[in-house]
């Protein structure tokens, strides 16, 4: 691993000055970030470490329809505090990789990296949640920017994350059985008769909400308009954990198990 | 460099670090306990899995730094002063190691888990220990030795 400075900032404040040096980059849990650091695949000058800023850290339910989640909050905390609030995302949160990498591994980290077969930005997208930042809020519909792209400038920190509590929701992730990452993953959130779905690891432009099976869950909320659904559009992620046409059968496989969890 | 403070095994020790040493290097060069094994070095095995601050954590995918000012338990903190902990014990046992290469990293996690949930099942302890992979044993007496662990917390506490 190449050499750096580490800076260890208290506040969001502090930690924006940080990264305004050349060629500093945020750590979160570094689950993602000290893998391409031990390969030499990025070369950061400074790290600015957010783990120890208090008001990015906590999960909190906010008038009953709200959980906001610190930037720095690990999956581990998601999974405990919102197992009655929310516990699609509990489930989901409980369900990232092992205990010891749900202990370092955090909200923030996830959604800044937009990891193709991620599971945050698949809830994120269904809910609608609000990403915000040390300096703007921005709509999941806004964020996602195609595999490991996002809107995030140069410099950015992701402090906060506000997903909206559906009435109805239900993950359905669908392991690669080595790196237990979601080969397919399904969000589905209602919310009155409007479902949304947010599908992780299929498409080759990564996390996207998928119209039909909105539109067609929203007019009948059952396992056969799942089953029913057409193809779905784009081009799938077609490699040798699966091929595009597998990928696009279990996105209607898990749709239709997650409209049967949910009902 | 950066300065770290931290409480080891119960020794409380300070000093300057390089800002790119991993918590598994600062451990085994720098302290010598060695009983930390890096097996992947890619945070999939578990063979270097430590406390901190009561958390288990994998130790190769963490800097020394970041464990400033918290309490880190290793396998070396986990016998007494000339006997085995009581997961140690069950492990031997329980044959639940052969080569023992995974065995630090297991009794880690092992000891987490009883931390978290003192009576798993058989089917939460397989879970728990998703990510430390064991090449020899088939895991069968590993779970069995976890659970008697748990049992025998259970009737000493109830005696
Ligand atoms: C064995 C293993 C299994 C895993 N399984 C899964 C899984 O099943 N599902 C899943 O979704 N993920 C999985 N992960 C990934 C895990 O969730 C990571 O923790 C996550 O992708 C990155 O989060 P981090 O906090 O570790 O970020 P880091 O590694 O610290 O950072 C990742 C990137 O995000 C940036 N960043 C970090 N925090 C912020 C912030 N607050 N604001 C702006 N930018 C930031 C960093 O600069 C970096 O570019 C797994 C990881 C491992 C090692
Ligand atoms: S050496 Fe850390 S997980 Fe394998
Ligand atoms: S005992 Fe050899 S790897 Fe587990």
């Not at chain 2, 890619?42 to 309490?71: I, L, N, P, R, Y």
């Not at chain 2, 058989?122 to 662990?149: F, H, M, P, W």
């Not at chain 2, 049992?151 to 109830?158: D, V, Y």
């Given at each position: 691993?190449?050499?750096?400075e580490v800076?260890?900032?208290?506040?969001?404040?502090?930690?924006?000055s940080?990264?305004?040096?050349?060629?500093?980059?945020v750590l979160?849990g570094g689950?993602?970030l000290?893998?391409?650091?031990?390969?030499?695949?990025a070369?950061?000058?400074v790290?600015?470490?957010?783990?120890r800023?208090?008001e990015m850290?906590?999960?909190?339910?906010?008038?009953e329809k709200?959980?906001?989640?610190?930037?720095?909050a690990?999956?581990a905390e998601?999974?405990?505090s919102a197992?009655?609030?929310?516990?699609?995302l509990?489930?989901l949160?409980g369900?990232?990789?092992d205990?010891?990498?749900?202990?370092?591994g955090?909200v923030?980290g996830?959604?800044a990296?937009n990891?193709?077969?991620?599971?945050?930005?698949?809830?994120a997208l269904?809910v609608?949640a609000?990403?915000?930042?040390?300096n703007r809020?921005?709509?999941?519909?806004?964020?996602f920017?195609?595999m490991?792209e996002t809107?995030?400038?140069?410099?950015?920190?992701?402090?906060k994350?506000?997903?909206?509590i559906?009435?109805a929701g239900n993950?359905q992730?669908?392991e690669?059985p080595a790196?237990r990452?979601?080969l397919?993953?399904?969000?589905?959130a209602?919310f009155?008769?409007e479902?949304?779905?947010?599908v992780?690891g299929?498409?080759e432009?990564?996390?996207?909400r998928?119209?039909d099976?909105?539109?067609?869950?929203?007019?009948?909320?059952?396992?056969?308009a799942a089953?029913?659904?057409?193809?779905a559009?784009?081009?799938?992620?077609n490699?040798?954990?699966?091929?595009?046409?597998y990928?696009a059968?279990?996105?209607?496989?898990?749709t239709?198990?997650?409209?049967?969890a949910a009902? | 460099?950066e300065?770290?403070?931290?409480?080891?095994?119960?020794r409380?020790?300070?000093g300057?670090?390089?800002?790119?040493?991993?918590?598994?290097e600062f451990l085994?060069?720098d302290?010598r306990?060695?009983?930390t094994?890096?097996?992947c070095?890619?945070s999939?095995?578990?063979?270097?899995v430590v406390?901190?601050?009561?958390?288990?954590v994998k130790s190769?995918t963490?800097?020394a730094?970041?464990?400033?000012?918290?309490e880190?338990?290793t396998i070396?903190?986990?016998?007494?002063e000339?006997?085995?902990?009581?997961?140690q014990?069950?492990f031997q046992?329980?044959h639940?190691?052969?080569?023992g290469f995974?065995?630090?990293?297991m009794?880690?996690s092992?000891?987490?888990?009883?931390?978290?949930n003192p009576?798993?099942?058989?089917?939460?302890i397989?879970?728990?220990?998703?990510g430390?992979l064991?090449?020899c044993?088939g895991?069968q007496n590993?779970?069995?030795?976890?659970?008697?662990?748990?049992?025998?917390?259970?009737?000493?506490?109830?005696?």
């Amino acid at each position: 691993m190449y050499d750096f400075e580490v800076a260890r900032p208290s506040t969001i404040a502090e930690a924006a000055s940080a990264l305004s040096a050349e060629g500093a980059q945020v750590l979160g849990g570094g689950h993602t970030l000290i893998p391409t650091l031990k390969n030499r695949l990025a070369r950061p000058s400074v790290l600015v470490s957010v783990s120890r800023i208090d008001e990015m850290r906590g999960v909190r339910v906010e008038n009953e329809k709200c959980l906001c989640v610190g930037g720095a909050a690990t999956h581990a905390e998601v999974a405990s505090s919102a197992e009655e609030s929310f516990p699609a995302l509990a489930w989901l949160a409980g369900n990232i990789g092992d205990p010891a990498v749900r202990n370092r591994g955090t909200v923030g980290g996830s959604l800044a990296n937009n990891d193709p077969s991620a599971c945050y930005p698949a809830a994120a997208l269904a809910v609608g949640a609000t990403i915000e930042t040390n300096n703007r809020e921005i709509a999941a519909d806004d964020f996602f920017r195609g595999m490991f792209e996002t809107e995030l400038k140069e410099g950015e920190i992701i402090t906060k994350v506000r997903f909206p509590i559906p009435d109805a929701g239900n993950y359905q992730k669908f392991e690669q059985p080595a790196s237990r990452f979601a080969l397919v993953g399904v969000f589905l959130a209602q919310f009155g008769s409007e479902v949304r779905i947010g599908v992780t690891g299929a498409s080759e432009s990564g996390v996207f909400r998928w119209a039909d099976a909105e539109a067609a869950l929203s007019a009948d909320f059952s396992t056969e308009a799942a089953n029913g659904l057409p193809a779905a559009p784009g081009a799938m992620i077609n490699d040798l954990h699966g091929s595009g046409e597998y990928r696009a059968h279990l996105m209607k496989v898990l749709t239709a198990r997650a409209v049967a969890a949910a009902s | 460099m950066e300065f770290v403070e931290l409480i080891v095994n119960g020794r409380t020790l300070s000093g300057e670090v390089e800002g790119r040493k991993l918590l598994s290097e600062f451990l085994r060069e720098d302290l010598r306990c060695t009983g930390t094994h890096i097996g992947c070095d890619t945070s999939q095995c578990g063979a270097c899995v430590v406390h901190v601050g009561g958390k288990a954590v994998k130790s190769c995918t963490m800097f020394a730094w970041e464990a400033d000012g918290m309490e880190v338990v290793t396998i070396e903190g986990m016998a007494d002063e000339d006997s085995l902990g009581d997961i140690q014990q069950a492990f031997q046992d329980n044959h639940a190691l052969q080569c023992g290469f995974c065995t630090p990293g297991m009794v880690m996690s092992a000891a987490a888990l009883l931390d978290e949930n003192p009576d798993p099942s058989d089917a939460e302890i397989r879970d728990y220990l998703e990510g430390n992979l064991c090449r020899c044993t088939g895991y069968q007496n590993i779970v069995k030795a976890i659970r008697s662990v748990a049992e025998q917390r259970e009737s000493a506490a109830a005696a």
